[in-house]
């Protein structure tokens, strides 16, 4: 819906100007703004919910008739658009070496950070994360899955998997936080790696449709980095609108009885199978 009025205080009139969705998945696009280019032309940037991945962006052609915008092509939303730039366009999910005094962009606190708590620079080439007895690697929004390393109460160290609370393979939310471990094994070795894969609806680029309600992660850990052992149970990946965010992939170290201790991360990597043709 657009309103529409000559004087700040009305009085408006408003029209209907998109009601057809977008490729397929939950195909309708919503929440997005008018914007125009140097050259004259006019697009609308909307969200499109798609499951687990997010909300992702959609760029739609406007074109206006008797001062009312018109969205789409003849009354609908082209699901592929050519665009003549050099730009090649940005990933939101990016591999790091750990090799600079900054974290990039890419990496979000999900709350203020303590900046004592953490450093790039007291073991250089390394993330160093302070306090805590539950380190490791989660697939993270409401409902989670985490696999890492913790300390029992005999200071026992485990490698484990786990979830927040009964129930939220079938996406019941969870109350105060509580993690429930799947399953556990005795750590072996000082360094372990962790692998979350993850398993999103597919998507055919020629016919442009895609599966609904996949949305699964499995854990995984490893003492040399080539040999992996799945840990504990296949992740139900929900999105909740309490978070208002896609999965997201989280480093983590935290306390649950007293603070103190450290660990120091190498290396993330992230691959993805490719079948977004750059912009033309």
């Not at 529409?4 to 490729?23: A, E, F, P, Q």
């Not at 940037?45 to 991945?53: K, L, Y």
């Not at 290396?267 to 199978?273: I, N």
């Amino acid at each position: 819906m657009v309103f529409r009025s000559k004087t700040l205080l009305g009085n408006y009139d408003y029209k209907t100007v998109m009601s057809t969705g977008v490729g397929s998945y939950s195909a309708g696009c919503a929440q997005g703004g008018l914007i125009d280019t140097a050259d004259g032309k006019w697009y609308s940037i909307m969200f499109q919910d798609h499951g687990a991945v997010g909300r992702i962006p959609s760029l739609i052609p406007v074109t206006w008739q008797d001062h009312w915008p018109v969205f789409g092509v003849n009354g609908n939303v082209p699901t592929t658009l050519t665009i003549h730039t050099n730009y090649t366009g940005a990933n939101l999910a990016v591999s790091d070496e750990f090799d600079e005094t900054e974290l990039p962009l890419e990496w979000q606190w999900n709350h203020n950070p303590d900046n004592t708590k953490w450093s790039l620079t007291e073991r250089e080439g390394w993330l160093r994360l302070k306090t805590g007895d539950y380190a490791g690697l989660a697939a993270f929004q409401e409902v989670y899955g985490q696999v890492g390393v913790y300390v029992d109460n005999s200071g026992n160290k485990k490698v484990f998997m786990a979830v927040n609370c009964d129930g939220n393979q079938q996406g019941i939310g969870c109350k105060g936080g509580v993690t429930k471990i799947v399953e556990e094994t005795a750590l072996k070795s000082d360094t372990v790696y962790f692998k979350i894969d993850y398993l999103f609806s597919t998507f055919d680029q020629n016919t442009m449709t895609s599966s609904n309600d996949i949305d699964k992660a499995n854990f995984y850990y490893s003492y040399d980095g080539n040999t992996w052992t799945k840990i504990g149970s296949e992740l139900s990946m929900k999105y909740k609108l309490t978070l208002f965010t896609s999965y997201r992939n989280a480093i983590f170290n935290y306390a649950t009885k007293q603070s103190g201790g450290y660990v120091d991360v190498d290396w993330f990597r992230y691959e993805k199978t490719q079948y977004q043709p750059a912009l033309k």
